[in-house]
């Protein structure tokens, strides 16, 4: 659920960054939409599973908390790296 809220939250900070630089705000929107999705799945198929299981071994961490939502942080920082390249050359 946190996921899909900040999903919304980026797609929509894409959009408003693109009304105000004179950008195609549905294009922009889902390439903010896609710079936060595809890391999202990349962690999620590729280092969750590893994170799990040394969770499994070590329980009763906030090693657990961090493994639900780390996916989260990382689409967060890869869709605000991608911003400020997507963004750089555009004219206020």
């Known amino acids: 659920m946190i996921g899909t809220i900040t ?31 595809i890391p999202c ?12 299981d040394a969770v499994e071994h070590n329980p009763g961490t906030l090693s657990g908390l961090f493994v639900n939502y780390a996916y989260i942080l990382v689409g967060i920082g890869c869709a605000i790296g991608f911003k400020f390249l997507y963004f750089k050359h555009a004219k206020p």
């Open 41 to 52: 799945i990349v962690w999620t198929l590729a280092i969750t599973p590893g994170l799990r």
């Open 7 to 37: 999903a919304f939250l980026i797609t929509y900070w894409f959009y408003k960054s693109a009304e105000a630089t004179g950008k195609n705000p549905l294009f922009s929107a889902g390439m903010g939409f896609l710079s936060y999705l």
